[in-house]
């Protein structure tokens, strides 16, 4: 068993379990040149096809390099259980698919956008569609809010890719980490929200740990965000690193801090279920 696995197991015997969530399933949502993307999704217990539930739509980690769809799994099955059809999304990365970041925003697009296309048979409300992710998946989550472009071919643009709100875990929302990775320096900064921030920007959650270096793409993008009359929230963890919110107890708080968030929304009702640990009490 890896302890990724046990990570996501420890974490889920703090959820509660008075309102149990389906058992996720599997949906192609786009054949890329590499191959077949799948989006794993939890549904509700009581969901049905007729549901018109908000939903979201996770992004993992890695550096646009690696990563696996397991990293979310608490978060899915928790918001599952509050009532949101809960979905983590594969998508291409350089070392499985030898691709770029510019592809990984291509494919985070089209989740958001095969989301709202069959909303109807996924019980899904499409104007409450929330993008997520942490690290390189925060920031393709990002992009989906911020970056006009890279759609897919083939896709149908009159369906929007925009999600209607975001939840952030220490994206990059900066140039400088894309400029370093990118050998087309004019492509990553297409390819930055911080630098394609416009008016109509989802309401935002972001998460960081202060003693996390790519804190200052956040540090910029929430007056420029407040500047063009969206809602921007920063929340911090005191002397945290990167990925903090990956393991207890800051995985619980961050959790319970997008719970409320997404209840100010009109996306969850009543206050949040999960169990903080006992200092937070």
Not at 66 to 81: H, I, K, S
Not at 201 to 220: H, R, S, W
Not at 234 to 241: C, H, I, N, R, V
Request: with cysteine.
């Amino acid at each position: 068993m890896t302890r990724m696995t046990l990570l996501v197991l420890a974490a889920l015997a703090a959820v509660p379990q008075d309102k149990p969530a389906a058992p996720p399933k599997e949906q192609v949502y786009k054949k890329a040149a590499q191959g077949e993307l799948k989006i794993h999704l939890s549904f509700p217990e009581d969901w049905k096809p007729s549901d018109r539930r908000p939903a979201i739509v996770f992004f993992f980690g890695g550096g646009w390099a690696q990563g696996t769809v397991e990293q979310f799994v608490p978060q899915a099955t928790y918001l599952a259980r509050r009532g949101m059809v809960a979905a983590r999304a594969d998508y291409r990365v350089k070392s499985r698919h030898q691709v770029t970041p510019d592809a990984c925003v291509e494919d985070a697009k089209s989740a958001v956008r095969w989301l709202r296309k069959n909303a109807a048979d996924l019980g899904i409300d499409p104007e409450r569609i929330v993008a997520a992710g942490g690290s390189a998946g925060g920031h393709i989550a990002a992009c989906t809010g911020t970056v006009p472009g890279f759609d897919a071919a083939g896709e149908d643009l009159s369906i929007s890719s925009k999600p209607n709100a975001m939840v952030l875990f220490n994206p990059v929302l900066h140039s400088d980490p894309l400029v370093q990775r990118m050998t087309d320096a004019e492509l990553a900064k297409k390819i930055t929200p911080n630098l394609r921030l416009e008016k109509g920007l989802p309401p935002a959650l972001i998460f960081f740990g202060t003693a996390d270096p790519l804190m200052v793409g956040a540090k910029e993008y929430l007056p420029k965000a407040k500047e063009l009359g969206a809602v921007a929230e920063l929340y911090t963890a005191e002397g945290q690193p990167h990925g903090f919110f990956n393991r207890s107890p800051w995985q619980e708080r961050t959790l319970f801090r997008a719970d409320e968030f997404l209840a100010s929304l009109g996306y969850l009702q009543g206050k949040p279920t999960l169990e903080l640990p006992k200092s937070e009490k």
